[in-house]
């Protein structure tokens, strides 16, 4: 202030200084105690959002995450296939064993027999033909003993049966020769398929008509003269 201020007269400067050292003389240098209590208690009531409790504090906003979208699970098959599936499987085990168990006059024998010529086809040398032969030889002996104790099913099949059974063991026994197999081993499986081809066979004729006991008759001796001594 005590500096000139422009476009003031130095002499109108010195009055307005004058005029305010005389109104800071009537104020005093300090606030009035009313004024100060009507501050505080100004102060005093103002809201403050500090003072909220804290359940109304709003919480802090937090970013957003991106979530991965939940992995799809893969669909389970429908239960209409898996029972059509194990339909499948229990016809094609019943179907086995239905060809297995089949005799000549059945439909499914014609597959069993083919069956029988395809693992002949896959032998590895004559000697694996042979015993293979032999055993489709005791397959044919149980054939015929099964149409004998059927009434509906017999006449001209035992006679077939009987006859496919012998050729089946020659073709056997010309395998065996081919190869020379006649150790110890081999005359012993010779001589179980000779007892128990008799066995089945001498049970049977009283069964059989004329025709076929004659035929049979002739197989025992034939097999008879596998035992020899030679």
Known sequence: ????????SRSSQQ????????LGTRMGAAPRPEFRADLRERLMNTPRENSLPAEEVPAPRRPPTHRRPPARRRPRLPLFPQILSMGLVTVMVAAGMATYESVPGD????LKRAAENTLLEMSADDAERADRELRSASVRARE???LLGSAARGGSLVGETLKEMEDTTRSAITSLTRVQRRDAATRGTIRRFVQEQRNQIEGML????????????????YIEGLTAPG
């Open 107 to 110: 439909t499914l024998y014609p």
């Open 15 to 22: 009055r307005i200084q004058r005029r305010l050292s005389r």
């Open 144 to 146: 015929v003993e099964q």
């Open 206 to 221: 009283p069964k059989m008509d004329e025709e076929d006991q004659r035929r049979a008759s002739g197989y025992l001796n």
């Open 1 to 8: 202030m005590g500096k000139w201020l422009p476009g003031i």
